[in-house]
C-alpha cells in the first residue's frame, strides 16, 4: 500500500504536468504577419548591417508571424524548454536568408534573429505550429502576400518619394485582398516612411483574415518610401 506522502507527491506531479502543458498551449485568436521594408530599416540614425550572407533583395522581409488576442493583447515566451533548434530548418535556410533577413548590428547569419522569433512568438503556437511548419508557414505567406508587387502595380515605388497612407492601404488590399496595418518609422532626416505591413491570419495559419484589432501607434498623412 502507497505511503500518503508518495501519493500526495504522485499529486503534485500530475498538477505539475497539466500546468506545463496549459502554459505551453496558450490560447490566441488569430496571427500578425509582419513584414518589414529594408530601406526603411536601414535609413535611420541607426542604420543598419548587411547579413553574412549578403545584401538581401530590395523586397519586404518577413519580421515575424506573432500569436495576439482579440482584445490586443498577446503571449510571450510560452515554452522556454522548445529553443530554436537550426537543424529542425536546414532545409529552410536558403530561403529564410532570402526572405527572413537579419539586418540588425553587427553582421550575422540569421539565426540569433529566428531563435528570437521562435522563441517570443513561436513558442505560443505550439498547439498549431510546430517548431519546421511555423517557418515553412510564414514563408508560404510571404509568398501568398507580395507587398512590392501590389506597391508596384498602383504606382508606388521605393525611390524616396512621398505617398499618401491611404493609396498605401488601398494598393495594398487591392493587391492581397485584406485591409494592412500601416507601421512607420523615422528616417535620417527626420521624415516619416513606410516600415512594416501587417496583415491578418487566422488561428490555423491557413487564411488570410480582416484584422480583428490594429496596433496603436500612427503614421503620417504623407510617408516616405525610400530605396534600398
Not at 540614425?45 to 506573432?66: E, M, Q, R
Not at 536558403?94 to 522563441?119: D, K, M, V, Y
Request: proline share 6%; charged share 15%.
Amino acid at each position: 500500500m502507497e505511503s500518503k506522502g508518495s501519493i500526495l507527491m504522485l499529486m503534485k506531479l500530475v498538477v505539475l504536468q497539466y500546468l506545463a502543458v496549459v502554459c505551453v498551449s496558450q490560447d490566441f485568436d488569430f496571427f500578425y504577419f509582419v513584414q518589414q521594408w529594408p530601406g526603411s530599416y536601414c535609413d535611420t540614425k541607426s542604420s543598419c548591417c548587411y547579413p553574412t550572407s549578403g545584401k538581401p533583395a530590395a523586397d519586404f522581409g518577413i519580421h515575424g508571424l506573432w500569436p495576439n488576442n482579440n482584445d490586443g493583447s498577446y503571449p510571450s515566451n510560452c515554452d522556454s524548454n522548445n529553443a530554436f533548434q537550426p537543424s529542425l530548418v536546414s532545409d529552410l535556410t536558403s530561403s529564410l536568408q532570402r526572405n527572413w533577413a537579419t539586418l540588425a548590428c553587427p553582421s550575422g547569419n540569421g539565426i540569433q534573429f529566428w531563435s528570437h522569433e521562435w522563441e517570443k512568438h513561436g513558442t505560443c503556437s505550439e498547439s498549431t505550429l510546430k517548431q519546421h511548419d511555423y517557418f515553412q508557414t510564414a514563408l508560404n505567406l510571404k509568398q501568398r502576400a507580395n507587398i512590392l508587387r501590389a506597391l508596384t502595380n498602383a504606382g508606388i515605388a521605393p525611390n524616396g518619394n512621398a505617398y499618401s497612407l491611404s493609396s498605401i492601404k488601398g494598393a495594398i488590399k487591392q493587391g492581397v485582398g485584406y485591409t494592412p496595418y500601416i507601421e512607420c518609422n523615422v528616417d535620417s532626416s527626420g521624415n516619416s516612411q513606410l516600415y512594416q505591413v501587417y496583415l491578418c491570419v487566422d488561428a490555423s495559419a491557413s487564411r488570410f483574415i480582416e484584422c480583428p484589432v490594429f496596433p496603436n501607434a500612427k503614421c503620417a498623412s504623407q510617408i516616405h518610401f525610400p530605396p534600398f
